[in-house]
């Protein structure tokens, strides 16, 4: 500080003794992991709430928009739950996606980078049930460079799987990077077995595919993908 910095230029200064101490209870201060640090642990958030439209972003449910409550509460050291539950959104002529949704998960956060988590999904449609899910999820980072992605949910009300994915995301240097993605999908699992529209649905999707992105140039940035589809009405490109 700058009294420190005034005290200090008059050789005014603590005893030796005083400044060993005092270094040495700093860096086992810094030396500790910061899980174990009590600051971290005294400022740690174990709740956090959502209210209002929001998307779900992993497991069942993933990227399905909503309005109401997203709870997740951290119960012991990097084991959690979360719990949801609203109203699901329909965009204009899109299919109705329900009247209320509800369902929790558990995930194991080691880290920002890696996630595991295995949640459930029942969706409701005029008092019956419209949609109901397991799935598991994983995010694991285990390079600076490499991070791997992954999900599975299984519909229980069928006993199917509905949707399977896999994604790799590499940085083969920071102005190129490279994600490869490959992705299964039953889209009749995911229609009202009301809606005339399921008669009409594929019983299986497969897509895989690559986005790359470069930037060549400080404010010129490039972004390119390709995906091979192949279904039952045969194959396409996009």
């Known amino acids: 500080t700058a009294e420190a910095r005034r005290i200090a230029a008059k050789g005014i200064l603590p005893p030796r003794f005083i400044l060993r ?21 005294a400022f740690d958030q174990r709740l956090s709430l959502r209210l209002g439209r929001q998307l779900l972003p992993y497991g069942s449910g993933g990227s399905l928009q909503f309005d109401g409550l997203f709870a997740s509460v951290r119960v012991w050291r990097k084991l959690g739950v979360q719990a949801f539950g609203g109203n699901p959104t329909s965009p204009r002529f899109v299919l109705d996606r329900g009247d209320l949704l509800a369902g929790s998960r558990l995930f194991w956060r080691h880290s920002s980078d890696t996630e595991l988590g295995l949640s459930f999904l029942h969706l409701y449609d005029r008092d019956l049930t419209m949609r109901q899910e397991l799935a ?13 992605s992954g999900m599975a949910l299984v519909s229980t009300l069928e006993a199917r799987l509905a949707e399977a994915e896999l994604g790799a995301h590499v940085v083969l240097r920071p102005t190129l990077q490279l994600s490869l993605n490959g992705r299964r999908t039953i889209p009749d699992l995911f229609i009202p077995r009301d809606s005339i529209f399921w008669v009409f649905t594929d019983q299986k999707r497969d897509e895989i595919g690559a986005y790359v992105y470069a930037q060549p140039w400080p404010r010129v940035r490039l972004l390119a993908s390709y995906f091979f589809l192949a279904g039952e009405g045969g194959t396409g490109h996009r």
């Open 21 to 41: 101490a005092t270094i040495a209870q700093m860096q086992q201060f810094i030396a500790a992991p910061a899980a174990d640090n009590p600051f971290v642990t």
């Open 136 to 148: 598991l999820d994983a995010r694991v980072r285990p390079t600076r460079r490499l991070s791997l």
